[in-house]
């Protein structure tokens, strides 16, 4: 890999399902992410998706491509615009580094309101 190689795209289907099973997962038992209710009490159109849930899914994107001995060394990512159910999030990359066996991806996750997910991930990836 070379400093500005992307990665091929992930849609991601952001299903009711994946939201809550991704809560419960990660113990994070705020009913924003289970009920709609008190969601929309609290501003939000429907239930939406935890950080540690995107967390996972943007390891699983640089892992499915550096594949199975690749080894995460640091992931740093903010949230932006929330997915709900029935969106897509499009998961994109651009190697921003590659030195040795270590390389840094610059990481965009992109629904159909905007950017929900953008950061940095270092991966090793063993020769």
Same mark, same amino acid.
């Given at each position: 890999m070379n400093a500005g190689d992307r990665l091929p795209p992930l849609e991601i289907p952001i299903t009711r399902t994946l939201i809550v099973a991704g809560a419960i997962a990660s113990r994070d038992y705020q009913d924003v992410h289970h009920d709609p209710e008190p969601a929309r009490r609290k501003g939000s159109p429907d239930?939406?998706?935890n950080i540690l849930t995107t967390n996972g899914l943007v390891g699983r994107y640089? %892992?499915?491509h550096f594949g199975p001995r690749a080894e995460l060394r640091r992931v740093a990512i903010r949230l932006g615009a929330p997915n709900h159910p029935g969106d897509t999030m499009v998961? %994109?990359?651009t190697v921003e580094e590659a030195d040795g066996d270590l390389v840094t991806v610059r990481v965009v996750g992109a629904n159909g309101i905007g950017e929900?997910?953008?950061?940095t991930v270092t991966v090793r990836v063993p020769g």
């Open positions: 239930i939406f998706m640089i %892992t499915d998961l %994109t990359g929900h997910v953008m950061g």
